[in-house]
């Protein structure tokens, strides 16, 4: 669990730097990967791609929400409106979640006798979207971070939809994956936020915004680990062979589409020269050079599995292996840091040591994965005991923000919404 959550809250911290629906989803996508690569359940080797895809795509669309304005309601200094802010961000981050780990554990949940209607899902997710938007944000006017985008309301509605789905098809083991995850993340980030202002109080000479991205990522991770290792999954042969045809737009849309929008959305020559630009005299040639080899870094590990993966198709009862996943771990996750260290300028000074550290992190978890011994422990679903977690975060939420509003005064950031 605490691999994962290492994995997760690296890249999480990683994707700051690069925001929105790509960046999340591309963290997203290797905290699945990390969780596949755990089991040790070779049966799951084969769904790898397609589980870190989805897994990806659940956790990006949480890229959408925007949270700027609630983490300067954590800042302030009366508790309404710093309870307030960490109890959305407890929200938020539960949205983040909720919707990426009960699409990665529906992948792991999709067998042939009790098949996945991926279509239906999509369409009732869609409509419970645009549904909760519409009623809840425009026609009853309920906002949570005015006068920002309001899009948590598509994310909720999103959620509720596919818990309906997962409860109505009993994907018990998905939901529990879903839940847990939901609530680590959310957990996750209004505890970091809550570092972030005592780091800042404390003046730590460190990125105190990406401590709270990290402890998002490190509790979502625990909490989606713990919901795969504690779920009753279907007992698959391991024998089963690599079906190409199934995983070809999962396997293109986790190699190249996701890298490739964060490339082209990240490295633009406008964005890069404030940055690149405080650290040499002539940035052009620099930025140049830092969108040529991010470009290559992603494209040809992207062509080297694709075509790799694709020849399995000519080889019959052919399954993928613990090497084959473990090596695509290793070069997606070397290429966000590849990303985030060119992005920086951290090539050129040591400025953001914080960057380094994701370097120390991943070898850290390289070196663990292979040693790990998985324990899985099957649990039954218990709603109950889910509300009283959730009560209790809530209290424990109560606790914190009076020590946070007890530590300051008025601060740079601070918000009030009441």
């Known amino acids: 669990m605490v691999i994962v959550g290492m994995a997760l809250g690296t890249a999480w911290a990683i994707r700051g730097q690069f925001g929105h629906e790509q960046g999340a989803a591309w963290a997203g996508g290797i905290g699945s990967l990390c969780i596949i690569l755990l089991s040790r359940n070779k049966s799951w080797y084969n769904k790898a791609m397609k589980a870190a895809f989805a897994g990806a795509v659940g956790w990006g669309l949480g890229g959408m929400m925007s949270y700027g304005a609630v983490v300067g309601y954590g800042r302030g200094i009366d508790f309404t409106n710093v309870y307030y802010g960490l109890s959305m961000l407890f929200i938020i981050g539960g949205l983040y979640g909720l919707i990426g780990g009960g699409l990665f554990g529906l992948v792991l949940a999709d067998h042939p006798e009790k098949k996945v209607k991926w279509h239906q899902l999509i369409i009732e997710m869609t409509t419970g979207g645009v549904i909760f938007y519409y009623f809840i944000n425009e ?107 199934n995983l070809t737009i999962p396997m293109v849309g986790f190699l190249l589409l996701i890298p490739f929008i964060v490339w082209q959305q990240s490295f633009v020559e406008k964005d890069l020269e404030p940055t690149i630009g405080k650290l040499v005299s002539e940035p052009g040639i620099w930025i140049s050079m830092a969108q040529s080899v991010a470009f290559v870094a992603f494209l040809i590990p992207a062509i080297f599995w694709i075509y790799l993966l694709s020849n399995k198709k000519n080889k019959p009862n052919q399954s993928l292996s613990f090497g084959e996943v473990y090596g ?68 424990f939420i109560g606790l914190i923000s009076l020590i946070a509003i007890s530590s300051h005064g008025e601060m740079p950031g601070m918000n009030k919404r009441f």
């Open 139 to 245: 026609q009853l006017g309920i906002a949570m971070t005015p006068p920002r985008s309001e899009a948590w309301g598509v994310c909720a509605g999103i959620g509720i939809a596919m818990m309906y789905y997962l409860a109505r098809n009993k994907q018990y083991s998905a939901i529990r994956v879903a839940v847990f995850a939901g609530i680590g993340g959310g957990f996750g980030f209004a505890f970091g936020n809550f570092l972030q202002v005592l780091g800042n109080v404390a003046q730590v000479p460190f990125n105190m915004w990406n401590v709270m991205e990290y402890s998002l990522g490190f509790f979502g991770g625990l909490g989606m680990a713990y919901g795969a290792f504690t779920s009753q999954w279907p007992k698959e042969k391991p024998s089963i062979s690599y079906n190409y045809s």
């Open 328 to 395: 695509i771990f290793i070069t997606y996750f070397a290429v966000y840091i590849i990303f985030t260290i060119l992005i920086t300028g951290s090539f050129l000074s040591f400025y953001r040591i914080e960057q380094f550290l994701y370097i120390l992190n991943f070898g850290l978890i390289l070196t663990l994965i292979p040693k790990a011994t998985p324990l899985f422990t099957s649990r039954k679903a218990h709603p109950q005991k889910w509300a009283y977690m959730v009560l209790g975060i809530l209290v």
